[in-house]
């Protein structure tokens, strides 16, 4: 595979740059073409996207274009399903808290506060559906056989930071003031962190803030009642309140938090998804295990994060040697051509790729 789909490199005008470096350096050239209606083009197949303007300059991919892209390209979706972009989007949980209440009922007044539109198409966006957001916009799903084993908290925390200003939705601006990633653990960086949080989180007028916090779960600590959890890379203890369950060990999180007693953060909102130790999304063996079985032949696979709770869609997306896609399931049904069962075809992917 070339290094292009790899670092998603892009042409704006007469320049070739890596996504990421465009959003981050380049917003002068952003916003004269977004002035002059001009679209970024993404170098894996010449797909055009377009460019958004909120606080700053952004790229998008275009709605219905997904399946343009190349499998590994953090902007490829096989289908076609990408009309929510083009829907009003909103937030079916609280940015913030009126102090003593808990509950997502003292929402009412920022709901009716965000922008509206004459469209009759509104999305309701829960905080799992965030979180997976989050996910497929990072790229985290793309995996190289050599990367194997060794995808550890940085990519992890780079890919997180830069997906989440790339939610649609009036509302995502407030919400990415109010993201923070779990930092990689050091005293002097924890301790900093905690006091960052404290500041955050102080009270304004008749409301407490509200932080989201995304991090991976390292392990639990303690048994006392409510339920306490740590990130990994963090030694601080976050209580659970107000009905939030506990996440599996090694699932990526999304947390809605306030300060809270004796020292603690409580958390009263969770989302999170199973991931491999590839951060990988996961939600049976079965899957961790074709994801083994994937580095194992040596072929370059995409997860489809929108097959959780769907056994209809596809797990995996493979890049084949000619060039066309093929789809893994794990749905226990016999398939044939581009798409195939795992584990009841095992040797007809390994022929396939």
């Known amino acids: 595979m070339d290094d292009q789909v790899e670092s998603q490199l892009v042409q704006a005008r007469d320049r070739t740059l890596e996504l990421s470096q465009l959003e981050a350096n380049h917003q002068e050239l952003l916003g004269q073409m977004h002035g002059h209606g ?36 953090p902007s490829f979706s096989e289908e076609s399903d990408d ?51 989050y996910y497929k916009e990072s790229g985290l799903g793309y995996m190289r056989p050599e990367w194997h084993l060794v995808r550890g908290y940085r990519i992890l925390e780079s890919k ?77 203890a976050f209580k659970c309140v107000g009905g939030a369950k506990l996440p599996p060990v090694g699932s990526l999180v999304m947390a809605s938090i306030k300060t809270g007693a004796k020292g603690h953060y409580e958390v009263d909102n969770t989302a999170w998804l199973s991931l491999t130790e590839d951060h990988l999304v996961t939600e049976s063996s079965i899957e961790s295990d074709l994801f083994e079985f994937l580095c194992s032949i040596g072929c370059v696979f995409t997860v489809n994060a929108d097959h959780i709770g769907d056994p209809s869609r596809p797990a995996a997306w493979i890049k084949r040697m000619n060039g066309s896609v093929l789809s893994i399931f794990v749905d226990g049904k016999i398939r044939d051509g581009n798409r195939l069962n795992y584990p009841l075809q095992k040797q007809e992917i390994a022929k396939a790729v």
């Open 38 to 73: 001009e679209q970024v083009k993404c170098l894996c197949s010449n797909v055009g996207m377009a460019i958004h303007k909120r606080s700053r300059y952004f790229v998008y991919r275009l709605p219905k274009s997904g399946s343009l892209h190349k499998p590994e390209c």
């Open 83 to 133: 009309g929510d972009e083009e829907a009003i989007v909103k937030l079916g949980f609280a940015l913030s808290r009126f102090v003593n209440q808990i509950t997502d009922s003292g929402l009412k007044r920022d709901r009716q506060s965000q922008n509206t539109s004459t469209s009759t198409h509104t999305k309701i966006i829960t905080m799992q559906e965030v979180i997976t957001r």
């Open 160 to 236: 997180v930071r830069a997906a989440v200003a790339k939610i649609p939705g009036t509302w995502a601006e407030k919400l990415c003031e109010q993201v923070v990633v779990i930092p990689k653990f050091d005293k002097a960086v924890s301790e900093e962190f905690e006091r960052s949080l404290d500041k955050r989180l102080a009270k304004t007028g008749v409301r407490a803030k509200t932080c989201f916090i995304i991090g991976k779960v390292k392990a639990q600590i303690g048994v006392d009642e409510p339920p306490s959890f740590r990130f990994e890379q963090f030694r601080g």
